[in-house]
């Protein structure tokens, strides 16, 4: 198992700003995911964040919109930017585990974010 | 027709009770089917893995597979306050392919 940490766990933002979420996983991994939870939606794939490269964007996902970094293989950070209400949601952090893909995944405990 | 359908109905039960959860999809090509147990404020937490059809069982809980229906449940024995959380199903083609999640059920047991 992994063991992630994310912060913050909750924010409130006015309009227009930008937020930097952390995820910090106790290991090495080769992949991150960043995930949405929007309220009474599925869990949501932003992008994947590879070690050493871009990241990867799911499709209604742009990089300057939710630009990503990965330094090392234990960290990444996903930023929101020029928040609106609309992007209010649970923002998580995952890593994949002993599935022959990634389906096993671990995930942090969510930054909770309301926008203003 | 959305990839995976999860009814978000919330569900009350009382103690003791059986929780019958399920999800149906669309997409022939997924293989493997999980279940996470979501608590308030909390992260997912991976609960039951299947690969393919078939039943799975670990201690009061078990998840069945239906390929041929596209189906698939997850049960709970004598369910307990403890176990009131979001549970979602997801699944995935394997490989690299991203998973599928439901909504999602919450589920509260009532003591």
């Known amino acids: 198992s992994a063991v992630i940490s994310q912060k913050p766990s909750r924010d409130i933002c006015q309009r227009g700003t930008s937020l930097t979420i952390q995820c910090q996983v106790d290991s090495q991994v080769t992949m991150m995911f960043w995930y949405r939870q929007q309220p009474g939606q599925s869990l949501t794939l932003i992008a994947t964040a590879n070690q050493g490269s871009e990241a990867t964007y799911e499709s209604g996902f742009v990089i300057d919109k939710f630009p990503i970094s990965r330094p090392n293989l234990t960290f990444s950070t996903l930023t929101v930017s020029n928040m609106s209400p609309e992007d209010s949601s649970i923002y998580l952090c995952?890593?994949?585990?002993?599935?022959?893909?990634?389906?096993?995944?671990?995930f942090g405990s969510g930054t909770q974010l309301s926008v203003l | 027709q959305k990839e995976v359908e999860q009814d978000p109905g919330p569900l009350s039960v009382p103690e003791g009770a059986i929780v019958s959860l399920n999800c149906t999809y669309s997409n022939s090509a997924f293989q493997y089917f999980m279940w996470y147990r979501q608590y308030s404020r909390k992260g997912p937490e991976l609960l039951m893995y299947?690969?393919?059809?078939g039943n799975k069982e670990d201690g009061r809980f078990t998840a069945q597979v239906d390929k041929s229906s596209k189906y698939i449940s997850l049960f709970i024995r004598d369910s307990q306050p403890s176990d009131s959380a979001t549970y979602l199903c997801a699944m995935s083609a394997g490989g690299n392919n991203r998973l599928a999640f439901g909504k999602g059920n919450q589920v509260v047991v009532i003591p």
């Open positions: 299947t690969y393919s059809s």
């Open positions: 995952s890593v994949g585990g002993q599935g022959r893909g990634n389906e096993k995944l671990f």
